[in-house]
């Protein structure tokens, strides 16, 4: 067995730089833990970001993906193609949030999926404009980068990118960044930038994931469906961090009684094998010609299987109402610690469903950012076996995304392994 140690020293001799990573080199998974290379335990609050909302390896995914495996792996959809695609589009058309009746495309990225919501959008409307929001994530991609609202580290040095790409505000409750202000910047950018009718799509996420875990006003959402709608605009949804049951309804948007023109869709669609989607209204779906969408490996039938006992582990468990229960327990979790003396640099907690994020400063007046806090409890977190993430635009809040199907035990375990990695981050930093 090669140790972590290891690893890490033939990672750096092998694997560009640029492919940053931690030091936990994954032996195997199940549920919601993880055994690295040295035989050390992990709780997993990652779910492999988001992705693996069933848990790693649920038993359902696995023979599905086996049963596959055992009749074809690849044909190409263009070439031969095959039912487990064509039933999940079934499926994706019935449940994604347009209020219409849609229809589905598949592909193998959350940034591709992005690349095609916003293909289709210009080819339905004629136009090529396209307004995303600051802190927004939509992937990697040159369309990607464009699109998402931070410049470091996913946009520095990588330009020049597609033009047409505008930003406005994004609602930000704690940083004091309200539903009006942000609609304001939008009405600016419409008089200094860019006319509305130049603009095919608005895209954004229901609950800002990379960004920070900012949760989007019902309020904002509604002034973004009326002017998409008073201007002849489409409205992106950009699920793939929020859906799949990870908010509390399958959806993200769907806490808002929005509904959206197109909707993408990754990460835990698949429970762990490469796959996203753009479901659409049907009219607007139509606009892309034959042949103007898919890949090779677009809809590959091992993570169509995949996806379709996700879709099926999602209904029988009711993973929607088993988020809304370990979201309630980490977040009255944590509100609890930061009630705690000595513990007021948790400037904040917030939760929509499973997506459980709070934010770290340098005192609760200032609402300075910690992000050297931050990653402190991160790495606290992960030498005592706990699998953390951080995000924001500031570096400084740690969020929470575990498998919906922890129990109820691992879960527990997890949240005092959280809290001792707390208390010893802030005793750390207040030191220095
Ligand atoms: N959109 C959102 C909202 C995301 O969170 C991500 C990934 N973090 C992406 C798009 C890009 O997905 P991928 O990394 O699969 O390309």
């Not at 020293?9 to 492919?19: E, M």
């Not at 396209?130 to 931070?150: E, P, Y």
């Not at 989607?277 to 779906?285: D, Q, R, S, T, Y």
């Not at 809809?299 to 379709?308: T, Y």
């Amino acid at each position: 067995m090669t140790s972590s140690a290891q690893l890490q020293a033939r990672q750096k001799a092998a694997v560009a730089p640029g492919v940053a990573t931690r030091g936990i080199y994954a032996e195997r998974a199940d549920n919601a833990e993880l055994w690295d290379v040295d035989g050390k335990r992990y709780i997993d609050f990652a779910a492999g970001i988001a992705v693996n909302n069933t848990g790693h390896r649920h038993p359902r995914v696995m023979q599905a993906v086996q049963e596959q495996a055992q009749r074809f792996t690849h044909t190409c959809f263009h070439v031969a193609p095959y039912e487990g695609y064509v039933r999940l589009a079934e499926r994706l058309n019935a449940i994604a949030p347009t209020g219409a009746e849609n229809r589905t495309m598949l592909v193998t990225t959350g940034a591709e999926a992005v690349e095609n919501a916003v293909k289709i959008a210009r080819a339905h409307t004629g136009r090529s404009g396209v307004v995303a929001f600051s802190g927004g994530f939509h992937g990697r991609t040159m369309l990607g980068m464009a699109l998402t609202g931070k410049v470091s580290p996913y946009k520095k040095n990588f330009g020049p990118f597609p033009a047409e790409i505008y930003h406005a505000a994004f609602p930000n409750a704690y940083l004091g960044v309200t539903t009006e202000d942000a609609i304001a910047s939008l009405e600016r950018l419409f008089v200094s930038d860019v006319e509305p009718d130049r603009v095919a799509a608005f895209i954004v996420e229901p609950v800002q994931g990379e960004g920070g875990f900012n949760i989007a006003p019902t309020s904002f959402l509604r002034r973004l469906r009326e002017i998409a709608d008073e201007n002849g605009i489409l409205l992106i949804v950009d699920e793939v961090q929020a859906g799949m049951a990870r908010t509390g309804r399958m959806f993200g948007i769907e806490h808002s009684g929005v509904t959206a023109d197109l909707v993408t869709m990754a990460k835990g669609l698949a429970g762990g094998f490469p796959l996203s989607a753009v479901v659409g209204k049907a009219e607007i779906m139509a606009a892309a010609h034959p042949g103007g969408l898919g890949g090779t490996y677009a809809g590959n039938p091992l993570a169509v299987a995949a996806a379709n006992a996700v879709l099926d582990v999602i209904e029988e468990e009711d993973l929607c109402a088993r988020a809304r229960v370990i979201g309630e327990r980490i977040a009255s979790t944590l509100r609890a610690i930061a009630q705690r003396q000595g513990l007021e640099r948790i400037g904040d907690v917030r939760a929509l469903g499973a997506m459980v994020a709070f934010e770290l400063v340098e005192d609760r007046e200032s609402r300075r950012a910690a992000p050297d806090l931050a990653a402190r409890v991160v790495s606290e977190a992960e030498k005592r076996g706990l699998i953390l993430l951080s995000c924001g635009t500031r570096a400084n809040v740690i969020r929470i995304l575990s498998p919906l199907t922890i129990g109820d035990d691992t879960l527990a375990e997890g949240l005092d392994v959280l809290e001792q990695a707390i208390g010893a981050a802030f005793s750390a930093i207040e030191v220095h």
